[in-house]
Nanobody
Framework: QVQLVEVGGGLVQPGGSLRLSCAAS????????MGWYRQAPGKQRELVAS???????NYADSLKGRFTLSRDYAKNTVYLQMNNLKPEDTAVYYC????????????????WGQGTQVTVSS
């Protein structure tokens, strides 16, 4: 019923940049928030950044200034621009959307993309 299609990721050298995008499609009634999380090997999944509809973006404190999240409301798409990447940014990045469906317009649920690998290494 809902698809989150992630594009981007890959291998980049320290100090480099990458851009991830995530498009939501399906029987979507409304989207409450969209964003990205990441999970490094042996660690818990953590918030990277999220944009609640009509509100300011939430960033992980450690990523402010290097990562920028933007959202195209018309296309149900979010973009994560990652600059000055560091080896510790290596992780699987997951798109997240909190949304409701036409079949249940008052019920918000979390949806996740399949994940995209970002590796920062020389």
């Amino acid at each position: 019923q809902v698809q989150l299609v992630e594009v981007g990721g890959g291998l980049v050298q320290p100090g480099g940049s990458l851009r991830l995008s995530c498009a939501a499609s399906g029987s979507i009634f409304s989207i409450n928030a969209m964003g990205w999380y990441r999970q490094a090997p042996g660690k818990q999944r953590e918030l990277v950044a999220s944009i609640p509809s009509g509100r300011t973006t939430n960033y992980a404190d450690s990523l402010k200034g290097r990562f920028t999240l933007s959202r195209d409301y018309a296309k149900n798409t979010v973009y994560l621009q990652m600059n000055n990447l560091k080896p510790e940014d290596t992780a699987v990045y997951y798109c997240n959307a909190v949304l409701s469906l036409y079949s249940a317009p008052n019920t918000l649920r979390d949806y996740w993309g399949q994940g995209t690998q970002v590796t920062v290494s020389s």
